[in-house]
């Protein structure tokens, strides 16, 4: 019985470490993720591979994503344009380290014989939900918005309020797909114009620019990883 439980463990552990060699996974300081398919790897050669990824956001990012769209439609969209004081749900996500900005409701005066619509708009006083420059230098743009008024396409029939807070948690929660190049042999990235627009671009090999990242920096522990797993599951 011992023996049979210990052959179990040891293919448990076996497939956790083959499947853990089959993606690269690395949590960024704003609480985004970006996931690297390396058993999709393409090799274009000599160790040299397109690897898909995708850009996701942390569960506790999306959470507060959800709070806050729900917060915006349900509690100030028909509220007076202004400056609000944001809701105890609002800051229920750790210390505050930058400062509790308000909430802002603007109006929007519709032209040309379209509607008139409120837009509810905030800076989050979370540097962890922000990118480093943004956290460093001041948020220049709303952490997030919302627009409280919406016709569905052409037609004259608005979007009722759970069906704009639902396209909005979808819209602010979507994962971003793109595509990234490796040398692991040179240890460098690739670059291909327009690559970064168009994850699916087709192109050529002598159109890759390759260049080394820099010593000590994120994307240099980038590459070192993703081809070490690359050499660990024998693609190279």
Same mark, same amino acid.
């Not at 109006?107 to 990118?131: A, I, R, W």
């Given at each position: 019985?011992?023996?049979?439980?210990?052959?179990?463990?040891?293919?448990?552990?076996?497939?956790?470490? =083959?499947?853990?060699?089959?993606?690269?996974?690395?949590?960024?300081?704003?609480?985004?993720?970006?996931?690297?398919?390396?058993?999709? =790897?393409?090799?274009?050669?000599?160790?040299?591979?397109?690897?898909?990824?995708?850009?996701?956001?942390?569960?506790?990012?999306?959470?507060?994503?959800?709070?806050?769209?729900?917060?915006?439609?349900?509690?100030?969209?028909?509220?007076?344009?202004?400056?609000?004081? =944001?809701?105890?749900?609002?800051?229920?996500? /750790?210390?505050?380290?930058?400062?509790?900005?308000?909430?802002?409701?603007?109006?929007?005066?519709?032209?040309?014989?379209?509607?008139?619509?409120?837009?509810?708009?905030?800076?989050?006083?979370?540097?962890?939900?922000?990118?480093?420059?943004? =956290?460093?230098? /001041?948020?220049?743009?709303?952490?997030?918005?919302?627009?409280?008024?919406?016709?569905?396409?052409?037609?004259?029939?608005?979007?009722?309020?759970?069906?704009?807070?639902?396209?909005?948690?979808?819209?602010?929660?979507?994962?971003?797909?793109?595509?990234?190049?490796?040398?692991?042999?040179?240890?460098?990235?690739?670059?291909?114009? /327009?690559?970064?627009?168009?994850?699916?671009?087709?192109?050529?090999?002598?159109?890759?620019?390759?260049?080394?990242?820099?010593?000590?920096?994120?994307?240099?522990?980038?590459?070192?990883?993703?081809?070490?797993?690359?050499?660990?599951?024998?693609?190279?």
């Amino acid at each position: 019985m011992k023996k049979l439980l210990g052959i179990v463990v040891l293919g448990l552990l076996l497939t956790s470490s =083959a499947f853990a060699t089959d993606y690269h996974a690395r949590t960024f300081t704003d609480n985004t993720q970006k996931i690297w398919n390396l058993k999709g =790897a393409e090799e274009i050669g000599y160790k040299q591979f397109v690897v898909k990824n995708v850009i996701r956001k942390t569960k506790e990012r999306i959470e507060y994503n959800n709070v806050l769209v729900r917060e915006f439609h349900e509690n100030f969209c028909d509220r007076k344009p202004g400056n609000y004081p =944001a809701t105890k749900e609002m800051l229920n996500f /750790g210390n505050i380290d930058i400062e509790n900005y308000p909430i802002t409701v603007k109006f929007m005066e519709g032209s040309d014989n379209s509607y008139d619509y409120n837009v509810v708009e905030y800076k989050t006083p979370y540097k962890k939900f922000l990118n480093h420059y943004d =956290a460093e230098h /001041g948020q220049s743009f709303p952490y997030l918005y919302v627009i409280c008024k919406k016709t569905k396409g052409n037609t004259s029939e608005f979007y009722s309020r759970n069906e704009l807070i639902s396209k909005d948690i979808d819209f602010n929660n979507m994962e971003v797909e793109t595509t990234d190049i490796f040398d692991c042999d040179r240890m460098m990235d690739g670059h291909v114009r /327009g690559l970064f627009f168009n994850p699916n671009l087709k192109f050529k090999n002598d159109e890759i620019k390759w260049s080394p990242p820099k010593k000590g920096t994120i994307g240099e522990s980038i590459v070192f990883n993703v081809c070490k797993k690359l050499k660990i599951n024998n693609r190279f």
